[in-house]
């Protein structure tokens, strides 16, 4: 059974700071993984989606890693921004499928001006 | 181009009431998928349609609960009657699809429906 773990759970940082987030699968059988931003009360926004094939991904200040053999990836974000305060989260399909999303429970950013 | 749109966006219904949730996917999507996320725990998968159909629906809780995708269009989550655990944020996503059973393709989410039971 697949299951996702975030750490840390939450992250306070002041403005500017590069972060990392971590995620971890049990399962490295994996087609890919996305990671998500959830803002309150909305819904999740895909930020990168790694195809398995691949080592990263980037998006603006964002870049995502995947280390399948280990059962990792990594979110980094550069140059943190107040904007940038929101639950990550990190998904991948459960074993023997490319769609049916695990998450993990996310970490939640707060970036301090 | 409009993203996924759920309705309504809060609903607080008594236990043993029937309660329907609405899904618009992006509009050429062909993959629909519902995914629900009771107090604190993991968003969890519910079940995934290609299109009018069901491919996989063994995330859904009990019978309590139907889906449909009529026309293969919009779909509609029907909790009836319902517990008080069956409280939470449902959310709908919906992708492109591709090469059958092969090709990955993100998820877009829906803003979700917070579901209240009392």
């Known amino acids: 059974k697949q299951e996702v773990t975030q750490i840390p759970a939450a992250l306070s940082v002041p403005e500017g700071e590069n972060l990392v987030l971590n995620c971890s699968f049990t399962?490295?059988?994996?087609?890919?993984l996305q990671w998500f931003r959830q803002d309150p009360g909305k819904g999740l926004t895909s930020l990168l989606l790694?195809?398995?094939?691949?080592r990263e991904q980037t998006s603006g200040r964002l870049n995502a890693s995947l280390d399948k053999s280990s059962g990792r990836s990594t979110l980094y974000i550069a140059a943190s921004q107040p904007g940038d305060s929101a639950t990550y989260l990190c998904?991948?399909?459960?074993?023997?499928?490319?769609?049916?999303?695990?998450f993990g429970k996310g970490t939640l950013l707060t970036v301090n001006p | 181009e409009a993203g996924v749109t759920q309705f309504p966006s809060h609903s607080v219904i008594e236990k043993g009431q029937t309660v329907t949730l609405r899904c618009d996917p992006i509009s050429g999507h062909d993959n629909l998928y519902w995914y629900r996320r009771v107090m604190g725990k993991e968003i969890k998968f519910l079940l995934h349609f290609v299109k009018e159909s069901k491919q996989d629906e063994s995330g859904m809780p009990n019978n309590r609960f139907l889906a449909e995708r009529t026309g293969g269009t919009y779909s509609t989550l029907k909790v009836q009657p319902a517990e008080l655990e069956d409280s939470g944020v449902y959310f709908c996503?919906?992708?492109?699809?591709?090469?059958?059973?092969?090709?990955?393709?993100?998820?877009?989410f829906g803003p979700g429906t917070r579901l209240t039971v009392l």
């Open positions: 996503a919906s992708s492109q699809g591709g090469l059958e059973g092969r090709r990955t393709d993100t998820q877009y």
């Open positions: 399962d490295s059988a994996i087609y890919n």
């Open positions: 998904a991948v399909p459960v074993e023997g499928s490319n769609y049916k999303l695990t």
């Open positions: 790694i195809q398995s094939s691949q």
